[in-house]
DNA sequence: GATAAAATCAAACGATCGTTTGATTTTTAT
DNA sequence: ATAAAAATCAAACGATCGTTTGATTTTATC
């Protein structure tokens, strides 16, 4: 599906809207007014609101064609190296483009989800747990990687962390000191403490062997 | 603030609905219908429907005094286990508060939110990251923990993994095999899944001194 | 059991919602 | 230049929104 300049003015308006204020919070007489075209359009082009951000998951999801899949066969890189690069990518994925994964956060949150929506994200979440499965597999045949991982929580808390550090990076910003930090310059910011905190994470995580009491 | 049988029974109903649909995509007739009382009553008790969530988010937050403040100063236990403590108690009060954590995470992902709630929020997870800030550094004077850990982020990674497993528990149990498992069974097991990964992860990361390259 | 207060109700209020209509303008194609 | 197609618009549609009204019933107080 193409999309014309003014269509696509029009979803970016819609992803902003929505993800400051919830689908069923934003208006498409919101949306018109700041994407400067008349309500009417919105039903014009799209059908209806709801088709409007079903496009939306539509255009973004085939944007996300993940670059991932194939680095991740490169024979050049060890296991840790691997999973560096996943969390850098997760990273770089989820804070550039923090409006849309906002509105994909708050549909997983809904339990009356539109099936259209639902089955995209079921289909990336699936694609993301695929991959890190197989890279820590990789590792654990290789001997570098402890064998008692909970896979589907070590995706939970790449996702889970990234998210919510987004949610409350004003909150982060505040209790750090970083008020007077320029926009930009503390994304950057936010986005290199992250990596190193993820990293440092995951390497002492996956590679220690260790037992929990209790 | 004392509430009726009445008035607790409505807010408890708008908590799921909210929780479910959020707050602008519930109505007031929404919250009447279920929780079998006229559409005027919610006007009547709580002045309106903005003044209602007000009124759920003062009565579970004026509930949820942490006994976490004093267990924190016991002088038997090491910081690890305290640490630990202070993990099953996370797990404890978001996964038995569902409802309402669904909502305040909602909550923080809206950037046009109630003074009067993002206060209560604010407050909140200001406790929450002092304690942490207090156990942690507790441990580095004891000489067992390593110095450069930042503090906020493993705020971030302990409530934004717990939300997130909340949020995506359907898709949890699908990957794992779990769908056959009764609900009740279910949440204990995430529990418990949930507690060892994340003693796992807080252990490893904060004792083992390591260098992140990259 | 009379009186006042609180609770409940159906109905209506004005505002806003998403969407459609039908006329008009702009663009495209011949 | 002309006809067809696409885009744009103000206006209106019916539905639903949160809230209020005013009458009625229930409860509490003496």
Same mark, same amino acid.
């Given at each position: 599906?193409?999309?014309?300049?003014?269509?696509?003015?029009?979803?970016?308006?819609?992803?902003?809207?929505?993800?400051?204020?919830?689908?069923?919070?934003?208006?498409? !007489?919101?949306?018109?007014?700041?994407?400067?075209?008349?309500?009417?359009?919105?039903?014009?082009?799209?059908?209806?609101?709801?088709?409007?951000?079903?496009?939306?998951?539509?255009?973004?999801?085939?944007?996300?064609?993940? !670059?991932?899949?194939?680095?991740?066969?490169?024979?050049?890189?060890?296991?840790?190296?691997?999973?560096?690069?996943?969390?850098?990518?997760?990273?770089?994925?989820?804070?550039?483009?923090?409006?849309?994964?906002?509105?994909?956060?708050?549909?997983?949150?809904?339990?009356?989800?539109?099936?259209?929506?639902?089955?995209?994200?079921?289909?990336?979440?699936?694609?993301?747990?695929?991959?890190?499965?197989?890279?820590?597999?990789?590792?654990?045949?290789?001997?570098?990687? !402890?064998?008692?991982?909970?896979?589907?929580?070590?995706?939970?808390?790449?996702?889970?962390?990234?998210?919510?550090?987004?949610?409350?990076?004003?909150?982060?910003?505040?209790?750090?000191?970083?008020?007077?930090?320029?926009?930009?310059?503390?994304?950057?910011?936010?986005?290199?403490?992250?990596?190193?905190?993820?990293?440092?994470?995951?390497?002492?995580?996956?590679?220690?062997?260790?037992?929990?009491?209790?």
């Amino acid at each position: 599906m193409e999309y014309s300049a003014k269509q696509l003015q029009i979803i970016e308006v819609a992803e902003r809207l929505f993800s400051q204020k919830g689908f069923a919070g934003t208006s498409v !007489r919101d949306i018109a007014q700041e994407a400067d075209v008349n309500v009417s359009m919105i039903s014009y082009y799209f059908g209806s609101k709801e088709k409007l951000i079903e496009a939306l998951f539509q255009l973004r999801m085939s944007e996300s064609r993940s !670059r991932m899949e194939v680095l991740i066969q490169d024979e050049d890189l060890n296991p840790i190296q691997k999973i560096n690069m996943l969390i850098d990518s997760a990273i770089d994925k989820l804070m550039g483009n923090q409006c849309f994964h906002n509105i994909m956060l708050r549909e997983q949150l809904s339990s009356e989800r539109t099936p259209v929506i639902s089955d995209h994200i079921r289909k990336l979440k699936m694609r993301n747990v695929e991959l890190m499965q197989q890279l820590i597999l990789e590792g654990q045949e290789a001997g570098v990687f !402890r064998k008692n991982i909970d896979l589907s929580l070590m995706s939970t808390t790449l996702y889970g962390t990234i998210n919510y550090a987004i949610a409350t990076q004003d909150f982060y910003r505040k209790i750090n000191n970083l008020e007077d930090m320029e926009e930009e310059e503390f994304q950057k910011y936010l986005k290199r403490r992250l990596s190193q905190h993820l990293k440092s994470l995951f390497k002492s995580t996956v590679t220690n062997e260790h037992h929990i009491e209790n």
